[in-house]
């Protein structure tokens, strides 16, 4: 199996060179996970956990290997999301339960407001939002998250509208 | 003809072909209604824009190191592929963090808290509770460390774990053994009891159970710090620790009593060893040098427990010079520890004076002592154990 990594390089993937892809890729995977879930201890966790499962079962291609990263932490997040959320509700019964992130790290109140209304954002609109955020094309958004690359528009207008009406109201009141 | 404002949105994103570009750029010109739709959308995107920017700054300012992160992943992946095959697969995503099954923690903290107040403890159940391994290894303590540890605990202030983080606890609501029967011994244990047929001399037991705990810190690495340096401690603990999480998981400890006439029981305790779980990114050899480099620590001990190469999963007994002998010996085939303590001295500090043998079989920590019993006396009764 060979693969392009630089359009002039052609590596084998039988024998890749991890460290390299490692360090060419992690802050990428890292921001990746913090954007979707803002907790740096999590993020740190599952970026490491994506290089595993690189490592463990890498594709048969690595044409689109930001695309498989990008894929990968993104199942591994929302998953982790969904058992804390779980986890919450099991362990406050009664008790309003969210998805919760550690904010402490965000000491501009702005940077807050925009976890805020991104927490409010379900898993195709947050993602996608990211997505594009981060130069991904509608190709490779529909690539990674599945969606019909004929809906990426709609669904990227759908969700910049509701970060929209939840960014500026929370803005407004923090200015 | 209008667009829907996905097209729209696609347009707006230059994810259109140029045709189809021009068609739409001639219609907005015309038509109010998809025009004020695309001012909208492109309202909204600058906004999201900006929001995310503030976020990433955010992200990016507190950034996290591609090496400490290579350096954890690389052992998380050596530890899941260079280990047996019979390991593999046990690790769920929340074992991402390292499982140990003892760390340098237990190994340091385990000499500073035993010493820390007056008896060394040498009874069995209280080991059993706080520490479980594959290896017992002793450490000799002179009656110059204990003081030196005391007097260096005094100075330095609070050395209360509390200070170092947030802990939390589970378990510990019953930490005192509760009388039970031999059926709910076995209930409570989460291993296969072990018990001879009888003792001889002795009657038939009575069970206690000590429930399993998890305690759990998470480190407040500016805290722990300003203790450390308080005692004078020179290496730190890096920043990178920061709010990450330590958890260190008992199992339930089974103590059966066999009465004995003319003296006081025969007891054998047993208990799952303990597992220690580190969180992902953090190398315990950092933890482990950090707190050998403490400066409370007497220098002997710290030789001593320095020395311990499989000291991930040794448990050091403290055994106090002049008070209580050790013997390495072997119990049913694998290594174990003989105690045995000078009656009268022994007596004084610790209120008993039984004599103890330790050893550890397949992941479980048996003990038994009795006063007076003899070393022969012991093996025979871990040899009959079923």
Request: aromatic share 8%; proline share 4%.
């Amino acid at each position: 199996m060979v693969f392009k990594k630089h359009p002039e390089v052609v590596i084998s993937t039988d024998n890749f060179d991890f460290k390299e892809l490692f360090d060419a890729n992690y802050p990428m995977v890292f921001r990746h996970l913090m954007l979707i879930m803002g907790e740096r201890a999590a993020a740190e966790d599952l970026a490491q956990e994506t290089f595993i499962k690189l490592y463990e079962k890498p594709p048969k291609e690595f044409t689109n290997l930001t695309g498989w990263l990008i894929r990968v932490s993104t199942n591994l997040a929302y998953n982790y999301l969904r058992g804390e959320k779980n986890r919450k509700k099991r362990e406050s019964v009664g008790e309003p339960t969210g998805e919760s992130f550690e904010e402490d790290f965000l000491r501009s109140s702005e940077a807050l407001e925009a976890r805020r209304a991104l927490e409010l954002l379900d898993e195709k609109h947050r993602t996608c939002l990211i997505l594009k955020f981060s130069g991904f094309s509608y190709d490779e958004i529909a690539g990674i998250t599945g969606i019909n690359k004929k809906s990426v528009g709609k669904t990227l207008a759908r969700a910049q509208e509701k970060f929209r009406r939840v960014y500026e109201r929370k803005r407004e009141h923090v200015l | 003809m209008c667009y829907d404002e996905g097209t729209l949105q696609a347009y707006l994103d230059r994810e259109l072909p140029g045709r189809k570009r021009w068609e739409i750029e001639a219609h907005i010109a015309t038509c109010s209604r998809c025009a004020g739709l695309v001012a909208r959308l492109q309202d909204a995107s600058l906004l999201t824009d900006v929001g995310l920017t503030v976020l990433l700054r955010e992200i990016n300012k507190q950034g996290s190191s591609t090496e400490a992160a290579w350096a954890w992943t690389r052992l998380t992946r050596d530890e899941r592929f260079g280990a047996p095959a019979d390991t593999k697969g046990v690790y769920t995503m929340l074992s991402s963090r390292l499982k140990i099954a003892l760390v340098p923690l237990a190994a340091a903290v385990a000499v500073a808290v035993a010493l820390s107040f007056a008896p060394v403890r040498t009874a069995m159940a209280d080991f059993l509770n706080v520490f479980r391994v594959d290896k017992v290894n002793t450490i000799t303590i002179t009656e110059k460390d204990i003081s030196e540890l005391r007097k260096a605990t005094n100075n330095g202030g609070n050395v209360d774990i509390k200070n170092f983080g947030k802990i939390e606890t589970s378990g510990f609501g019953r930490h005192a053994p509760q009388e039970t029967t031999l059926d709910g011994a076995k209930k409570a244990a989460d291993f296969k009891l072990k018990l001879p047929e009888n003792i001889e001399g002795a009657g038939a037991p009575h069970f206690s159970a000590i429930q399993g705990t998890s305690t759990s810190l998470t480190l407040d690495v500016e805290k722990a710090n300003g203790i450390i340096k308080s005692f004078g401690g020179k290496s730190l603990l890096p920043a990178g620790l920061d709010g990450k999480k330590f958890t260190m998981t008992t199992s339930a400890a089974i103590m059966a009593n066999y009465p004995r006439e003319n003296a006081t029981p025969i007891t054998i305790v047993q208990s799952k060893s303990p597992e220690f779980v580190f969180p992902a990114g953090v190398d315990p050899n950092v933890v482990r040098d950090v707190l050998l480099s403490l400066p409370i620590l007497p220098d002997g001990i710290r030789q001593q427990l320095e020395k311990i190469n499989d000291w991930q999963h040794t448990l050091p007994i403290p055994a106090v010079e002049g008070y209580t002998k050790t013997e390495q010996v072997k119990v049913n085939g694998a290594d174990g520890v003989f105690m045995t303590t000078d009656k009268v001295r022994n007596k004084r500090i610790n209120g008993n004076n039984a004599n103890t043998l330790i050893w550890q079989n397949n992941g479980i920590v048996y003990g038994i002592s009795g006063e007076n019993m003899g070393l022969a006396q012991a093996q025979a009764i871990a040899a009959s154990m079923k």
